[in-house]
């Protein structure tokens, strides 16, 4: 049973910075891309960021700079720092894996996500 449960959202103001962790249970990470993704009401869902089975990364140019996904296999986690925050930003933040490379035309598996809101 392969189950993503995402951590570390809620409320922080312009400027600040929280930690997005996903557990993954189920299966090993190893063999999986692993990314997130995030949707704000009005607007389309939208890659963030995504680590792979060998450990490359990619970024969207919004978030690049300022966003950092890591990965821990011993613990089965994926994590998302995310530093600079500002109110475009909010949005419910997502992960989601694959057995193919970050540049799968889909997804597998998928996390129930966790909010995001920055506001003052």
């Known amino acids: 049973q392969v189950q993503f449960v995402e951590s570390g959202g809620g409320l922080v103001p312009p400027g600040g910075s929280l930690r997005l962790s996903c557990a993954v249970s189920?299966?090993?990470?190893?063999?999986?891309?692993i990314g997130w993704f995030r949707q704000a009401p009005g607007k389309e869902h939208e890659g963030v960021s995504c680590i792979s089975s060998d450990g490359s990364t990619k970024y969207s140019d919004s978030v690049k700079g300022r966003f950092t996904i890591s990965k821990h296999n011993t613990a089965n986690t994926v994590n998302l720092q995310m530093n600079s925050l500002n109110p475009e930003d909010t949005a419910v933040y997502y992960c989601?894996?694959?057995?193919?490379?970050?540049?799968?035309?889909?997804?597998?598996?998928w996390g129930q996500g966790t909010q995001v809101t920055v506001s003052s």
């Open positions: 189920g299966f090993s990470s190893d063999y999986y891309s």
């Open positions: 989601a894996a694959t057995l193919s490379s970050c540049a799968a035309p889909r997804f597998d598996y």
